[in-house]
């Protein structure tokens, strides 16, 4: 079974401070894994997906993600936080197995509030 | 934008009657889901179809069904809708369903009184 875990329900930033939003996940084997931002009243949006074709990710809206195997880990990135970031973010892995295929499985989510 | 459609927006039902959402895709894709978001739990698997009339149970699919009788439209039922089937509903849709993201809709606020 695949599962993630969002270390943090909610971070809080300064303007122009560093993100961080850490997620680790639970697979058997190599996975699939997204981040994705939900803007208030909003569906999801894809800010980056990492496919086994290189480590580091880089995504929309200047965000970025490291895989690290060995820390089972695909923690989210910026180096400089904008008010506009301010949302919620989902990490969330792919299942690889038959019929189950495509099948995300969600952390809870962390809230990034950014101060002026 | 992907084009995803679900109907209706916001909705206010009485316990126990039925409730059917509708999601609608223009992209042809093959794979459909169907989300609730819930605070503090992400957002957890209805059901999800893998082509048309071909279905499956995600982790929370009790009191809830579906049907996929066209590739473009995946319909979720609340058979006897209850106060903890109030939520945010979610579709979404996925081309190849491994590497390919999910696109979502822009979601269903549905309350139970």
């Known amino acids: 079974a695949q599962s993630v875990t969002q270390l943090g329900s909610h971070v809080s930033v300064s303007e122009g401070a560093l993100v961080l939003l850490r997620c680790n996940y639970s697979?058997?084997?190599?996975?699939?894994l997204f981040w994705y931002v939900q803007y208030p009243n909003q569906g999801l949006q894809l800010l980056l997906k990492?496919?086994?074709?290189?480590?580091l990710v880089k995504g929309i809206n200047g965000f970025e993600a490291e895989f690290k195997k060995s820390e089972t880990s695909f923690h989210l990135t910026k180096p400089s936080a904008h008010m506009s970031d301010a949302a919620e973010y989902f990490c969330a892995v792919s299942s690889d197995r038959g019929s189950t295929l495509g099948r995300l499985y969600f952390g809870r989510g962390t809230q990034l509030t950014v101060w002026p | 934008d992907a084009g995803i459609t679900q109907s209706p927006r916001h909705k206010v039902t009485e316990t126990g009657t039925p409730v059917t959402l509708r999601c609608h895709q223009t992209e042809n894709h093959r794979y459909m889901y169907w989300y609730r978001q819930d605070p503090g739990h992400g957002l957890r698997l209805i059901h999800y179809?893998?082509?048309?009339?071909?279905?499956d149970k995600g982790e929370v699919s009790d009191g809830y069904s579906v049907s996929r009788s066209k590739t473009e439209d995946f319909l979720l039922t609340l058979e006897s809708a209850t106060s903890s089937q109030t939520s945010v509903y979610f579709c979404?849709?996925?081309?190849?369903?491994?590497?390919?993201?999910?696109?979502f809709g822009q979601g269903t606020r549905l309350t139970v009184v």
């Open positions: 990492y496919t086994s074709a290189a480590t």
């Open positions: 179809s893998y082509g048309v009339k071909d279905t």
């Open positions: 979404a849709i996925s081309d190849s369903g491994k590497t390919t993201e999910a696109f």
């Open positions: 697979s058997s084997v190599p996975p699939y």
